[in-house]
């Protein structure tokens, strides 16, 4: 008597459909919303630097953990939440990371310490990272192949704007309530998603059951960025030969390789290598991590200068930078379409040279004088129409490149390089900045925002090298 193979697991792997079209754009909106929710908590909270500082009588070398400590632990669980995702369920998980997102936001808002705070955000980072793979996953999931672009852009918009505007809604909570409001705004949005989903979406399988990913390897995907990070910002203050700092770098530096045999040996690896030999999927990571350094530099830096040269209030410098992500939210939708038609690397390419010329506009033009409309608004409108194109052209290319039932980690491997960008981002504008003066400041902003157009420029460079496009592509351009 013959005998057949065993299967493993018997949860259905996830394909591509096609959803009624009204089904479709409400899947959308949803999505859209849950990853605006993650993504505004990046850079709403800016603004509120001082005022949670003056609260708590910290400076800002321990408020800067209230940002990194957000972003570090989204970066690090945005991977083994994607495979959590596609092993047991993307909508259960996206229900999970809402619910979750109210409560550490709920003990955001309520912080009686720096602490507590730093701590609930970085609660905060581990239920994002839950929900942004998981409602790509949905988003992917919900339409064919040929309405991924345009979908995949307006998703990736709402992100771009969220982190944009987010510096100019916590500005008018501060001002007008308290910074607590920052955080417990959230709380109504997410119980409306979570309601909205459940409702709204069925459930959706990738991969067969392996299991919680290693947590070693967790832990070291964490442990590398926040030494190397640690290094970066308080190198300058404490002196690079200073131990604490020599250690965290070297720590950071020998964390990587020793992650990569983890990974490469571990029974349930916190990271699939395999997806880094789909080329395109590699090249549109790099790019998205050397962009968002720069990114969320040019940003953060953006509004202190306001606020220490120019002298603004917080309100009136989220106001002066908030036209950008009007500018992203036009152009972002477009992004994919452009990329379907004139390729990926163009399009990547335009963004990025409009993004750069922006930084250096902002490195010649600026003085200590305010001149908003003449010197501030041009470089805004580059900026914006820079990340419009870019960020979403990248997130369509990663998306692109992967098979359906990979969509969830795959998509939290592409936005973990955003995080990583914007951790870093913070942490380079925090070091080549230093400790300017009054004699030094103006030229210590403005060497920020050249060696910040040279990333950019990189970024581009670097993708050009390794993006391939497709034999359709170059047949539908010529």
Not at 172 to 200: D, K, M, Q, S
Not at 347 to 368: D, I, M
Request: with cysteine; glycine share 8%; aromatic share 10%.
């Amino acid at each position: 008597m013959s005998t057949q193979p065993v299967p493993e697991a018997t949860a259905p792997v996830a394909r591509p459909i096609s959803v009624p079209p009204g089904e479709g754009r409400r899947i959308l909106a949803l999505t859209s919303l849950g990853v605006f929710i993650v993504f505004l908590d990046t850079t709403i909270v800016n603004v509120a630097f001082d005022t949670i500082g003056h609260s708590f009588d910290a400076g800002i070398t321990r408020l800067v953990w209230v940002l990194n400590g957000y972003t570090l632990v989204f970066a690090a669980f945005l991977i083994p939440a994607g495979q959590l995702a596609d092993t047991y369920g993307r909508k259960r998980l996206f229900q999970i990371g809402l619910v979750g997102f109210a409560l550490s936001s709920a003990l955001c808002g309520l912080a009686p310490g720096l602490g507590i705070l730093i701590a609930a955000r970085a609660a905060q980072g581990i239920f994002g990272a839950v929900i942004v793979p998981t409602s790509m996953a949905l988003l992917l999931h919900a339409f064919p192949r040929e309405r991924r672009a345009t979908a995949i852009s307006t998703w990736g918009a709402m992100a771009a704007v969220a982190t944009a505007i987010g510096p100019t809604l916590g500005a008018l909570l501060t001002e007008y309530l308290t910074w607590r409001w920052v955080f417990l705004l959230n709380i109504p949005l997410c119980l409306l998603a979570a309601a909205w989903g459940a409702r709204l979406l069925t459930e959706t399988l990738g991969a067969p059951s392996r299991g919680f990913p290693d947590p070693l390897g967790i832990a070291m995907s964490a442990a590398a960025p926040a030494s190397l990070s640690f290094a970066v910002i308080y190198g300058p203050r404490l002196g690079w030969g200073d131990p604490r700092v020599l250690t965290a770098a070297v720590a950071g530096v020998a964390l990587v390789p020793a992650l990569i045999r983890r990974m490469r040996h571990a029974s349930r690896p916190a990271l699939d290598l395999s997806l880094f030999r789909i080329r395109n999927f590699q090249a549109s990571n790099v790019a998205t991590l050397l962009f968002s350094v720069a990114f969320f530099a040019v940003l953060l830096s953006s509004l202190q200068f306001l606020q220490n040269v120019w002298h603004y209030s917080v309100l009136q410098s989220a106001l002066a930078v908030s036209p950008s992500a009007f500018v992203t939210a036009l152009v972002a939708p477009l992004a994919g379409r452009l990329a379907e038609r004139f390729g990926y690397r163009l399009v990547f390419t335009a963004g990025a040279l409009f993004y750069a010329t922006g930084a250096a506009a902002l490195a010649l033009r600026t003085g200590t004088s305010p001149h908003w409309a003449a010197h501030w608004l041009p470089t805004l409108l580059l900026n914006g129409i820079g990340v419009g194109l870019a960020l979403s052209t990248l997130n369509s290319a990663a998306a692109k490149a992967l098979p359906p039932e990979r969509f969830g980690v795959g998509t939290a491997i592409n936005n973990s390089f955003r995080q990583l960008g914007a951790l870093l981002g913070v942490s380079v504008f925090v070091a080549v900045l230093g400790t300017p003066t009054g004699r030094t400041i103006l030229g210590d902003y403005h060497r920020v925002w050249w060696f910040l157009a040279s990333v950019v420029l990189i970024s581009a460079v670097t993708y050009l090298a390794l993006h391939r496009e497709s034999a359709a592509t170059v047949r539908r351009r010529t």
